[in-house]
């Protein structure tokens, strides 16, 4: 079964410093997500992208924040300069054009995210 | 906000059957999904409602009433591993339809 796929599983890095995280969606799928799960709290909704380009973003999506879609898999969530308060676990989603009534978004595993 | 409002914790026997419910914000909404997540996993999808009514998967039903704002999550038959967290997910917006998570109601299994 196809699946979402997200790379590291858990990053380390110290605070000010820039991460990607990195995600291939499902391949036929065209709308992506990046959520974001504060340890103990519900899961956010950062940024929707679809057609190469932003749909939707949260108010936490702010200009430390960048999506890219580099290549025909890939699908990117850039922090320019970590904060303590990034320290999350991050998870793409993706979602297939819509069918009847199917508009399920598929998760990938997630990457935790410890800013130090 | 959505202000999305479901019960922060239920307790259930194994073999038993609960429901849990999920009140949302009506204004834009297009649909309901709810998601199950363990402890440390991502959520995986259980179910969406866009109309009014029950619709039934296996021991999973979910019932949505549009006007009230209102949606349950029933399931029966409890088993050990249903011990997890339900996410009410109310839809907005036209085209990219983000979910807005509530904070999600914890289900204990207990034998």
């Known amino acids: 079964e196809p699946e979402v796929t997200q790379t590291p599983s858990h990053q380390v890095t110290q605070m000010g410093q820039e991460v990607i995280l990195r995600c291939v969606p499902i391949?036929?799928?065209?709308?992506f997500y990046w959520y974001r799960q504060i340890l103990g709290q519900k899961v956010e909704f950062l940024v929707s992208f679809y057609n190469n380009e932003i749909s939707e973003k949260s108010e936490i999506f702010d200009d430390q924040f960048s999506v890219e879609r580099p290549d025909g898999s890939n699908f990117t969530l850039k922090i320019r300069s970590t904060k303590l308060e990034d320290s999350a676990m991050y998870f793409c989603a993706s979602r297939a054009p819509p069918s009847g009534a199917s508009y399920e978004q598929y998760f990938g595993p997630g990457t935790r995210l410890t800013v130090t | 906000g959505q202000n999305i409002d479901q019960p922060t914790e239920m307790t259930a026997t194994e073999g038993a059957i609960v429901q849990i419910n999920c009140t949302y914000q009506?204004?834009?909404?297009?649909?309901l999904f709810w998601y199950q997540q363990h402890a440390g996993e991502a959520p995986t999808f259980l179910s969406y409602?866009?109309?009014?009514g029950l619709e039934e998967k296996g021991r999973f039903s979910s019932f949505l009433s549009r006007s009230k704002g209102y949606s349950y999550l029933l399931l029966k038959e409890l088993q050990m591993k249903d011990s997890a967290s339900y996410l009410c997910a109310p839809g907005y917006g036209a085209g990219s339809y983000q979910l807005t998570f509530g904070k999600g109601t914890k289900l204990s299994v207990i034998p």
């Open positions: 409602n866009v109309l009014d």
């Open positions: 391949s036929n799928h065209l709308y």
């Open positions: 009506t204004s834009g909404f297009n649909g």
